[in-house]
């Protein structure tokens, strides 16, 4: 099945300028996000407390705001569905310290005269666990990038190592600006999410490189633009297979998943997405930008090949006896 089938080239990397703009335009529109809104921490970073409650019919969240609000346990306190209008969660940005105290005890009595309901669950995450899990979420970001940056050096060339990570931190920050616009709790889901972007969009960007790499070294053309357009039009078929039953599945997830892994697949749902244009108009427009001189490359595989046969003909001179 081909929807790009290679009859012609695309002038692809004739439109990167117009996607470099809308690139910054909305790495501008995220970071001025992270900066004035700032990312909302769940209860996994920040500390806190999550009750999961169940009424036997649609919970009446109105009448549970009023009774909390007369307990100062429950101050700040913020009251979700979760999953179905029966089910709620209450969030609360502090967690108690007496360990006699049984949250879900407490719960009960407050919201006693709003109807037949469980507790379902209760979630306590101290302040010092939280920062630390933040912690530590942040350096798993940075040890993730900094593996890619050697491992890409190390299979093709310092400027594509460059270039793809560039392309991974647009990824990045586009979804983190699209979780701070909708107001997503940062929680451990959408710190594996974002993990899981760079792993996609990584990958996504390897096989464009490895076309691009391969047009270098086979084609006779010097003109780099060319070559990445012939490279990266090779590659649409398979992009645009694999982008859409990626993006498919995480819809499915996002739209039936329910509340529990929501955070997570909307996350996901926007890192495929961007990821994928990433590859074709971020990752290979750069590369070209750094100015990769493929003259320069043909003579140094020349000179590389030159080596090899020479070293092969003093193989088999020693092995033959003649020296």
């Known amino acids: 099945m081909e929807f790009f089938k290679y009859t012609r080239i695309f002038n692809l990397m004739g439109q990167s300028k117009k996607a470099m703009i809308a690139s910054l335009t909305l790495l501008f529109i995220s970071y001025a996000l992270l900066a004035t809104k ?21 919970a009446p969240i109105d009448a549970m705001r009023e009774k909390l609000k007369t307990d100062i346990v429950f101050s700040g306190a913020t009251i979700t569905e979760f999953g179905s209008p029966n089910e709620v969660v209450i969030r609360m940005k502090t967690s108690t310290g007496n360990v006699s105290t049984d949250v879900g005890d407490v719960t009960r009595e407050a919201l ?18 939280g920062a630390e899990l933040k912690e530590k979420g942040i350096m798993s970001l940075v040890l993730a990038v900094i593996g890619i940056l050697i491992y890409v050096a190390f299979r093709f060339e ?11 931190i647009h990824d990045v920050s586009i979804a983190l600006g699209a979780i701070t616009l909708v107001g997503l709790d940062v929680n451990l889901d ?3 999410a974002l993990l899981t972007i760079l792993g996609y969009s990584l990958n996504d960007t390897i096989i464009v490189f490895d076309r691009i790499r391969e047009g270098i070294t086979k084609s006779k053309n010097t003109d780099l633009t060319e070559i990445v357009n012939e490279s990266v039009t ?10 859409l039953t990626t993006f498919f599945v995480v819809f499915t997830l996002f739209i039936f998943g329910g509340e529990i892994i929501h955070s997570f ?7 495929v997405i ?8 971020v990752a290979s427009p750069i590369l070209i930008a750094f100015g990769f001189d493929v003259k320069k490359y043909h003579e140094k595989l020349a000179v590389k090949s030159k080596r090899e046969a020479e070293k092969q003909r003093m193989r088999e001179q020693f092995e033959s006896g003649v020296m």
Do not use: H, M
Not at 234 to 243: D, H, I, P, V
């Open 112 to 129: 006693k005269g709003t109807g037949n309901f469980e507790i379902r669950r209760v979630d306590i995450v101290g302040p010092t666990v």
């Open 38 to 58: 700032g990312l909302n921490y769940g209860v996994d970073f920040a500390g806190g407390t999550i009750v999961q409650v169940k009424y036997d019919t649609e």
């Open 234 to 243: 090779r590659t649409l078929a398979r992009t645009t297979l694999t982008s």
């Open 274 to 281: 961007v990821g994928t244009y990433s590859s074709i108009f």
């Open 265 to 271: 697949a909307f996350t996901l749902l926007v890192g």
């Open 158 to 168: 310092w400027r594509f190592a460059i270039a793809s990570i560039l392309a991974l």
């Open 190 to 192: 959408v710190l594996a």
